[in-house]
């Protein structure tokens, strides 16, 4: 779930966010796509993430090079 939030206050639980990386994965229906390394806000209570506009742009870019190259799997980290 890509949500993009600069509050440092988690929504949810009131928990703190603190910055992380995380393992982000988009299934495009031919292919699967998985990227190490995206950096993300994570909640240190519930461990709900958030990753910012520049990276969610960043993440759609790669995304949708990887749907034209029309691969099964592809892993990458950012
Ligand atoms: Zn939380």
Redesign the pocket.
């Known amino acids: 779930m890509i949500q993009t939030s600069e509050n440092t206050r988690?929504?949810?639980?009131?928990?703190q966010?603190k910055p992380g990386k995380t393992t982000f994965s988009a299934d495009l229906g031919s292919s699967v796509v998985v990227l190490r390394g995206v950096q993300a806000s994570i909640?240190?209570?519930?461990?709900?993430e958030w990753i910012s506009d520049k990276t969610a742009e960043r993440i759609e870019e790669i995304v949708n090079g990887a749907r034209d190259r029309n691969t099964q799997v592809e892993v990458m980290s950012m």
């Open positions: 988690c929504p949810l639980c009131g928990g966010k909640c240190d209570q519930c461990g709900e």
